[in-house]
Nanobody, 119 residues
Framework: QVQLVESGGGSVQPGGSLTLSCAAS????????MGWYRRISDNQRELVAD???????NYADSVKDRFTISRDNAKNTIYLQMNSLKLEDTAVYYC?????????????WGQGTRVTVSS
């Protein structure tokens, strides 16, 4: 089945950097927009950044000029370079991808990776 596998979370001090990765695998025909969300409450996630298969990007205002999303279409993988991390960036980050598998197009989610920014 289609899976999204995330890596790269961890703990860092304010001002530090981390890079998250997310790779899609399985019986994939095509991958549309991929992105990163973070959990802001038990039932809500906010978009951090996304990128379509043409390389067009979209960022939350809170991360513009600090985070960079990129994509390797050959590997169905996205990256999130996070610089100048702030305490308020602490969250569980989830990868999301809109994937065509077989005759079905659907959104898929990764399991989440925790980012902790603390002094």
């Amino acid at each position: 089945q289609v899976q999204l596998v995330e890596s790269g979370g961890g703990s860092v001090q304010p001002g530090g950097s981390l890079t998250l990765s997310c790779a899609a695998s399985g019986p994939i025909r095509s991958v549309k927009t991929m992105g990163w969300y973070r959990r802001i409450s038990d039932n809500q996630r906010e978009l951090v950044a996304d990128i379509n298969n043409n390389g067009e990007t979209n960022y939350a205002d809170s991360v513009k000029d600090r985070f960079t999303i990129s994509r390797d279409n050959a590997k169905n993988t996205i990256y999130l370079q996070m610089n100048s991390l702030k305490l308020e960036d602490t969250a569980v980050y989830y990868c999301n991808a809109y994937i065509e598998a077989g005759l079905v197009q659907a959104p898929y989610w990764g399991q989440g990776t925790r980012v902790t920014v603390s002094s």
